[in-house]
Structure formats: structure tokens, C-alpha cells
């Protein structure tokens, strides 16, 4: 069965620092990896996705992810954060085989310091 | 466009009392996801459903839950009893037919049982 991990529940940088959310998954065949992101009091809104080709991905509001299959990670990354990045994220991870569920790790809560 | 739409925002009710938690999909959407937050658990897949058929309800709790889908385009979870251990943020989700495509959330039904 499909699973990520989140190693840190919270990650406190600087606003103008680039930020690191970390996610390792586990999955049998080539994964299909998510990040989203929820404000207080909110749903969870899609970042950025991984499902092919370039290592890299690019998503919203600046944000970038780094698929490494050799440490099974996708971490999330900012070059530059902000105060209003400041939320809860998630990774996610679904499997191949149909319109599978998501699997969301446990989440990890950013804070950006002015 | 409109994404998806949950109802009630909020519910206070008392132990012991009917809940029914409502969901619109996006239109066009053929999956459709319902999981529960809690502080404790984090997300948790209830149940979710292809084509209006439920896929796999093995995340429901115990069959106090039940969750319907009658058509494309409406969704209802329902809790009877409700008990306190209920209490959480219900979140419904729809996507495309694609493996690849990520979930769409809505705002959530914060449940509190009394």
C-alpha cells in the first residue's frame, strides 16, 4: 500500500529565507506525488503535481518540487518565503491502477517570521 | 467556475442526533471523495465513489456512517447516531476520470457533537 511521510510537524523560517517542506513516500511502481496547502479554516487547495518527465516541478505561488526516486522524496521548496505562506501542507501519493484516493501524509505546519 | 460545494459549514448538534453532511461535485467530475480531519488522525478516507458507485468504504468508521451518492451531482454523508468522538471537519473531494488528476476540495462541514 501507498504511503508519505512527513518527518517534521512544524517548520519555522525567516520571511525572505528559502523554506523546505519535506515528504518521503512509499509506493509500489512509479508514483504519482501531490502537494497542497490549507489555510485556517479552509479546504485544501492543489500546489503542484508529479507525474512524469522532469524531475522539477513548478506550481503556484512560487512554489517548486523536487522528485528524487533514488531517496523516494518529494520535497517542497520556495526560493524565497513569504508571511502569507504561512499555512499547513500536504503531500499526498496515489498509486496506479484506476481513480485511486489520494493517501495525505500527516501534514507539516510552516511558519514564516517577519 | 464553481468548485465543490459542502453543506453545512457548521453543525452543532447533540449526541445521540441525525447528522447528514451534503456535497456538490464539480460538474463533469466523475470521482468523488469523502475524508474526515481531526488534530488526532489528520486525513482520513471515509469512502469514495466512481461513476455514483461506492469503490471502497473501508475507512468508515462503523455503520453508524453512511454515505450515498444518487446522481452525478449530489453527495450526502450521514452520521446516525452522532456521538462526540464524531466531532471533526468533513471534507468532500471530486476529480476527472484521470489517474493523474488531482483532487478538488471543498471548504469542509466542521462537525461538533455535544
Given at each position: 500500500a501507498q504511503s508519505v511521510a512527513q518527518p517534521e510537524d512544524q517548520v519555522n523560517v525567516a520571511e525572505g529565507n528559502p523554506l523546505t517542506v519535506k515528504c518521503t513516500y512509499s509506493v509500489s511502481g512509479n508514483p504519482y506525488l501531490f502537494w497542497y496547502v490549507q489555510y485556517p479554516n479552509r479546504g485544501l487547495q492543489f500546489l503542484l503535481k508529479y507525474i512524469?518527465?522532469?524531475?522539477l516541478v513548478k506550481g503556484s505561488y512560487g512554489f517548486e518540487a523536487e522528485f528524487n526516486k533514488s531517496q523516494t522524496s518529494f520535497h517542497l521548496k520556495k526560493p524565497s518565503a513569504l508571511v502569507s505562506d504561512s499555512a499547513l501542507y500536504f503531500c499526498a501519493v496515489r498509486g496506479l491502477g484506476g481513480n485511486t484516493p489520494l493517501v495525505f501524509g500527516k501534514g507539516t505546519r510552516l511558519s514564516v517570521i517577519a | 467556475d464553481a468548485g465543490v460545494i459542502q453543506s453545512p459549514r457548521h453543525e452543532v448538534t447533540e449526541m445521540g442526533q441525525e447528522v447528514t453532511l451534503r456535497c456538490k461535485p464539480i460538474s463533469g467530475h466523475n470521482s468523488l471523495f469523502w475524508y474526515r480531519q481531526t488534530m488526532m488522525r489528520g486525513l482520513e478516507l471515509l469512502i469514495y465513489f466512481n461513476n455514483n458507485v461506492?469503490?471502497?468504504?473501508?475507512?468508515?468508521?462503523?455503520?453508524r456512517f453512511s454515505a450515498k451518492m444518487?446522481?452525478?451531482s449530489f453527495s450526502t454523508l450521514k452520521i446516525?447516531?452522532?456521538?462526540?468522538?464524531?466531532s471533526a471537519v468533513y471534507f468532500c473531494a471530486s476529480s476527472s476520470g484521470q489517474n493523474t488528476g488531482e483532487l478538488f476540495f471543498g471548504e469542509g462541514s466542521r462537525l461538533t457533537v455535544l
Open positions: 512524469t518527465g522532469d524531475n | 461506492p469503490i471502497d468504504d473501508s475507512g468508515m468508521p462503523e455503520d444518487p446522481n452525478a446516525q447516531p452522532s456521538e462526540p468522538r464524531d
